[in-house]
């Protein structure tokens, strides 16, 4: 986005270590006033959207951005990278069993340093250099320029771009990725909750962690990340994979990123990962978060054919109309809503590219009129759910409001 924008790498570094401080703060929030779960906050890919169409009034560069986190752009990396996760992580803590916790929770970092070693030793040896330039910058660990444009000590400052500029227009499609963000973000705190042990979140947790939110979009837009947030779901199916759920682990990381926002190069050292490992750790961290998801319908009634037509039909539309939208801006350059109005262009645009938002509007649309409300029908689709989320005193215990100090970091 930043190249988008006519920036360059000094630029780029800039905004990375704008993330880094910002993703920091958020993280903390959360744990603090927001869910209070251990969930981390990051850059959402919602906002890609209105941020190019800002930047360039087209969408022509949109594509590219999604299809950025996949392990076969670099198959000589994201594989091995891939072949190693499954192996560190499923197959050796059986293998030593004496140490299968421990193997569980370095696998992460033991895996992206073996790779990442590798990937640093074919760069070096030249295996790239008479290559296209798509396989350099997916392949080569020197591809972003970031190590060397990013000063060595900088502190993220408030409004580095200058004085903001609002449009009215703009604001509003920015308003649809916020919500695009908070309908990601509340199926990933569902997912956390589920992940690490703690009882079902409940609704008042679950509004202050979308506050939460909303305030951390504040904050990357004061210090100019460029981007808005909303929770990591690779760290919740990190969740599911150590087993892990201490905020205290949580908030160490966030403030470890927090010093490495302020150091430039070794958090530009961190920032420049080839993206093919992060599409294998994307490949290995979803599925936690998917099949807990799917563990929600243990509250529905699967041989129920209206539940089976609902749950059948939004998953289909939700993985086939995003689709749609975003082939149809690769082919044209623009999307499917082609009007004379640029933000209304965008708000449909980021609302129908996103997978979960078609998923819910189509499902909360059939499960609301397509049959009375009858009793049957109310325990079918799995409402008597929120019973589950008891005020009991191990869910205030987890989700209220600190009222000390040191329960900052409990």
Known sequence: MVNIAGGGNVE????????????GINTMLQIWI?????????????????????????????????????????????????AILVFLTQFLPRIWKAKKEMVGQVAIVLSVSIV??????????GAYDNTTQQTQTYCRTDSSGLIDAAPWIKIPRPFQWGTPIFEAGDALSMMAASLVAVIESSGTFLASSKLSGAPPIPPSALTRGIGTQGIGTMIDAVFGTGNGSTASVEDAGLLGLTQVGS????????????????????????????????????????PY??????????????????SKLILGFSLFMGLSVPQYF?????????????????????LIQVIF??????ALIVAF???????????????????????????????????????SLGDMCS
Not at 272 to 285: E, M, N, R, W
């Open 116 to 125: 990442w070693i590798y990937a640093e030793i074919l760069t070096a040896a």
């Open 289 to 306: 978060v998917a099949s807990t998801g799917l563990e929600y319908l243990e509250y529905c009634n699967v041989n129920s054919f209206r």
């Open 12 to 23: 780029k570094a800039k905004a990375v270590q704008a993330s880094l401080f910002a993703v």
């Open 326 to 346: 975003k082939e149809y801006v690769f082919l044209t350059g623009h999307g499917p809503v082609h009007t004379g109005s640029t933000w209304f262009n965008d």
């Open 247 to 286: 905020r205290r682990v949580v908030i160490v990381s966030a403030i470890f990123l927090v010093f490495l926002s302020i150091l430039g190069k070794v958090g530009a050292f961190f920032a420049s990962i080839p993206l093919p490992i992060v599409g294998a750790l994307h490949t290995l961290l979803f």
């Open 365 to 403: 649309f059939l499960d609301r009129t397509h049959t009375p409300r009858a009793r049957s029908t109310w325990k079918d689709s799995g409402r008597h759910f929120k019973k589950q989320s008891d005020e009991s005193e191990k869910t205030r215990e987890i989700y209220d409001l600190i009222t």
């Open 34 to 82: 927001g869910t209070r779960l251990s969930v981390s906050m990051e850059s959402s890919q919602a906002y890609i959207i209105p941020i190019i169409s800002i930047a360039l009034s087209t969408f022509s560069n949109y594509s590219d951005s999604l299809d950025s986190h996949q392990v076969a752009k670099c198959i000589e990396i994201g594989l091995p990278a891939l």
């Open 353 to 358: 590219s996103s997978p979960p938002t078609v």
